[in-house]
């Protein structure tokens, strides 16, 4: 099992950058295949981005490419989202999850595990 701690979110102008960080619990970190969605005001839960249990394959939903970028660091229990170029609806609670599974999915039923959820909201 493992637990995920999401922080790094906040207030940011529109075009400005953050980077958010999904600390995860246990040793078998580098199993599991990662991702984040988020979930808007109103809105369904929806696929942001996802990364292999190696990092060498990574996947974006086509409204955040070129402007987002997720890693991780295995040694660190630890994946990243850096968000640049943010814009008003980008705003949503950004959640982490994890899939114990070579495969990654953009699915979120697919997912076992998830955090509690952080805040990032853009103004204009």
């Known amino acids: 099992q493992v637990q995920l701690v999401e922080s790094g979110g906040g207030l940011v102008q529109a075009g400005g950058s953050l980077r958010l960080s999904c600390a995860a619990s246990?040793?078998?970190?580098?199993?599991?295949?990662m991702a984040w969605f988020r979930q808007a005001p109103g809105k369904e839960r929806e696929f942001v981005t996802a990364i292999s249990r190696s990092g060498g394959s990574t996947y974006y939903t086509d409204s955040v490419k070129g402007r987002f970028t997720i890693s991780r660091d295995n040694a660190k229990n630890t994946v990243y989202l850096q968000m640049n170029s943010l814009k008003p609806e980008d705003t949503a609670v950004y959640y982490c999850?994890?899939?114990?599974?070579?495969?990654?999915?953009?699915?979120?039923?697919?997912?076992?595990?998830w955090g509690q959820g952080t805040q990032v909201t853009v103004s204009s």
């Open positions: 246990g040793r078998t970190f580098s199993s599991y295949a």
């Open positions: 999850a994890a899939r114990d599974s070579l495969v990654v999915v953009t699915t979120e039923a697919q997912y076992d595990y």
